[in-house]
């Protein structure tokens, strides 16, 4: 069972590498636009369905905002191995 989000919520990515898309789906052109690592932290800042969110992950000045995959998210920072 996944965890239930909130916007305003810190997450972090559980997954090795995450697809960052431009839509709330995998589908269409233009997806996936960016990518992003495991334990990437960012914020939630819409919950369009219940299977995608809308991020912004900060990377020292630059903010990076797509959809991802709700399934590959965590309330807490994914211990190492795991």
Sequence with gaps: MRPQ???GDTVYVSASV???RGRPHADGPGNPKLYVGRNAMG???ALPNRNWALVL???EDVGIEGYVSQWYLAKEKPKAGK
Excluded: K, R
């Design 5 to 7: 989000f909130l916007i």
């Design 18 to 20: 995450l697809n960052v």
């Design 43 to 45: 914020t939630i800042v």
């Design 57 to 59: 992950f900060m990377s």
